[in-house]
């Protein structure tokens, strides 16, 4: 089953291969490009449109053509202790082979089902779904302000960091109904 996805050439995260010649060959591309939509979690992500650093290396093998290199860019996300702001500079080691649509369909049959096989379409590859799948994973699971955030008060929501003193009077909850009592107590002696 052939999928007609079409690749535009003008895309900032397709690459035309062309230029590489036989398996051997080799060329280094780097460029700044947009991030892609929803290039994060809930939490964390690289914001829709800002700078991604993409310095690559394209090689010419017997299967089609291996990149490697780094994705770098800068994640904005929400502290998962107090809900502040998360900065968090995001570097990371990409490596995907691309292979000739031919030998996509040989790799399937010799049992890869499960991985996910990239094609070249034509002269063309497509950095985005690679990028999304080594960025995302490398981004914080439970992201941090820093690593000794105290988080919110769970009584009022204050932000601990501010006032490192804060506290609140409590009443050990088993003996709370007795607080009502002794109001009832003064109520009967004024009578």
Known sequence: MHRSVHLDPRSPL????????????????QRTVAAPEDLGTDVIGIPTGTDLELDLRLEAVMEGVLVTGSVRGRAIGECVRCLGEVVDDVDVTLTELYVYPGRAAVAKEDGDEDEDVRELEGDLLDLEPAVRDTLVPALPFQPLCRPDCPGLCSECGAPLADDPDHSHETIDPRWAALTGLAGVDDDEEES
């Open 14 to 29: 397709v690459v035309d291969t062309h230029d590489l010649g036989g398996p051997g060959s080799m060329r280094t591309a």
